[in-house]
């Protein structure tokens, strides 16, 4: 664990984990009627998605680093 390549590696697969994980919670509230099902609302959520994938992957080089 204290090699670079090995930190880049785990926080490339947190942040997978996490977009991952970001994106069926907002699937799952799209298919329970949480979010309407139109482009504008798809775009915006996919954006809002996105920020907190950011934000969880800068979490997760924290914890890493």
């Known amino acids: 664990m ?3 390549f ?3 590696i ?3 697969i947190l942040t997978a984990l996490a977009f991952h ?3 069926g919670i907002r699937h799952m509230l799209m298919d329970f009627g949480y979010l309407a099902e ?3 609302i798809g775009r915006q ?8 994938t950011v934000v ?3 979490l ?3 914890l890493v680093w």
């Open 38 to 40: 139109t482009l504008a």
């Open 6 to 8: 090995v930190k880049f």
């Open 2 to 4: 204290d090699s670079f």
């Open 45 to 52: 959520s996919a954006w809002v998605s996105f920020g907190i």
């Open 10 to 12: 785990l926080w490339g």
């Open 56 to 58: 969880l992957s800068i």
């Open 21 to 23: 994980t970001v994106g």
């Open 60 to 62: 997760a080089g924290v």
